[in-house]
Nanobody
């Protein structure tokens, strides 16, 4: 029913930029909070940034000033603009969406997109 798909990952040199996109489709009434998480091999998944339906944002300290989260409510899409990338940003990046339906609000995860930053 509800599907979350990320795109935009790839290989970039340190100092470069990437923009990740998150598309939510299916039987949705609305999307509340959206978030970007990342997970490196052998490490736990961690929050990168989050945005509410009203546009309020939260960022992990390690990305403040470098990453920007945004959303387009009309398109059911979210974005993560990543600038000044560092090798330690290398991870699989996941989009999470709190989706409201007649069943209530449920969390949905995308399959992830690989971001690799070379030194």
């Amino acid at each position: 029913q509800v599907q979350v798909v990320e795109s935009g990952g790839g290989l970039v040199q340190a100092g470069g930029s990437l923009r990740l996109s998150c598309t939510v489709s299916g039987n949705t009434l609305s999307i509340n909070a959206m978030g970007w998480y990342r997970q490196a091999p052998g490490k736990q998944r961690e929050l990168v940034a989050a945005i509410t339906s009203g546009g309020s944002t939260n960022y992990a300290d390690f990305v403040k000033g470098r990453f920007t989260i945004s959303r387009d409510n009309a398109k059911n899409m979210g974005y993560l603009q990543m600038n000044s990338l560092k090798p330690e940003d290398t991870a699989v990046y996941y989009c999470n969406a709190d989706v409201a339906s007649y069943r209530g609000t449920l969390k949905y995860w995308g399959q992830g997109t690989q971001v690799t930053v070379s030194s």
